[in-house]
């Protein structure tokens, strides 16, 4: 391995793609001691670890949001990236330049004592990262399932799941007991524990009472309302009316309200109210902006003020196509038009699934082609398509521009362009965009 902390982060990238056997190996024995030899075990005095099968995203975003308005000085780790590579670690809202991961990754190259996975490697490079400039809190996405993943070396002050649905089966198991009891696996001993799923698995509950965890549930501690113009949350202490609609689930912004409640600081409520006005993140049931929409009109050669609206989410599973579907059956009655869906999915995910609860409200659909070892062709998406629902208006193209393109041609004004399926989905259009 000839890299060093000035070579470009794209060849350290191929790099670490390639550095072990496998591309997912489960286990935090390997990462675990190469994190204790370099002291990368304590980078914050206040860690939050936030998993859950949708919704970590928005929830950490939101938290950041509003710790960076209190005036702490915070860091985040997410996954995946939408672009960037530089997207997975921010800190004080920005993310950082291509030479602080590349002399942070020639550290860990350096300093390792076992092969280590992308994630793996990625994971210790942002805990080293976070180490350096003297953080107040941190907040760890949990990359997959909880217990064996690679965030899980961090002993938190503070676990919050958002949501517990089926996906990753082949690595949490088939059943919400079995996933529930993985997510489980960021509980700490006497820690809070923050739940914003109202239908909470008894395996997840098992693993709060025998750590002693001060468990806040939605709909048991903590509950929330939509009103026609605003929403409300209350707890046992405290009741918030009038709340601004912001542009994340408001099930995720609830448990991020509900998370605040247990921090130990004095978090005033102006500053939530701010937050939640504020607060936005690409690919989460995003409207495009006028921006977007000038390229967009640009690209095909259409005129801005007839195009539709375009919404992008990267929603990819049964629990948040349930979500996009009554979101759009709102939008769809407000807007009298067609919903035409460009849908692009990894194979290995559950494609009729996510079918089943958007054929309903869709009326026309363009199955894109998505490239890797996990895409499929939009001919393959198709045919799972047209299989389990016959009856669909369906084509394939070989990209996900293609198929907003021919989206385009057949719609108006009033209608509502839908491009989903997958984080890979929405990044080939937005860097279009941008």
Known sequence: MNLKATSPLSEWLSYLENSHFKAIDLGLERIKSVAEKMDLL???????????????????????????RHGLRVGVYSSPHLLRY??????????????????????????????????????????????????????????????????????????????IDIDHTDFLGNT????????????????PVVIGEANV???????????????????????????????????????????????????????????????????????????????ELVGRFQTIKEKQREKLANLFDQEIDNLPTVIVDVGHNPHAAAYLSEKLTALKAQKQGKLIAVCGMLKDKDA????????????????????GYRGQTGGELQLKLTEFFPDVKAKSQNSVMNAVQIALKSAVKNDIILIFGSFH???????EVE
Request: net charge negative; hydrophobic share 40%; proline share 3%.
């Open 42 to 68: 304590h980078t914050a005095p206040y860690v939050i670890t936030v998993g859950g099968t949708n919704g970590k995203g928005t929830t950490c975003r939101l938290l950041e949001t509003i710790l960076l």
């Open 86 to 163: 530089n997207e997975r670690v921010r800190i004080q809202n920005q993310d950082l330049p291509n030479e602080a991961h590349t002399t942070s990754f020639a550290f860990i190259e350096e300093n390792k004592t076992e092969s280590l996975t992308y994630f793996e490697f990625s994971t210790l490079s942002a805990l080293h990262l976070f180490k350096q400039h003297q953080l107040d809190v941190v907040i760890l996405e949990v990359g997959l399932g909880g217990r064996l993943d690679a965030t899980n070396i961090v002993d938190s002050n503070l676990a919050v799941i958002t949501s």
């Open 176 to 191: 919400r007991e079995a996933i529930a009891f993985e997510k489980a696996g960021i509980f700490r001993q006497n820690c």
């Open 201 to 279: 698995p008894n395996t997840m509950l098992e693993q709060a009472a025998r750590l002693d965890c001060q468990v806040s549930r939605r709909e048991l501690d903590w509950s929330f309302q939509i009103n026609s113009e605003s929403w409300q949350w209350q707890s046992q202490k405290v009741r918030l009316e009038n709340l601004p609609f912001c542009q994340i689930p408001l099930m995720n912004a609830a448990t991020a309200l509900a998370v605040v409640e247990q921090l130990p600081f004095d978090i005033q409520e102006n500053t939530l109210r701010e937050a939640l006005q504020s607060v």
């Open 352 to 371: 009729q699934g996510v079918f089943t609860h958007l054929v309903p409200i869709v009326d026309e659909w363009h199955c894109a082609t998505l490239g």
């Open 425 to 431: 989905t929405v990044a080939e259009f937005w860097q």
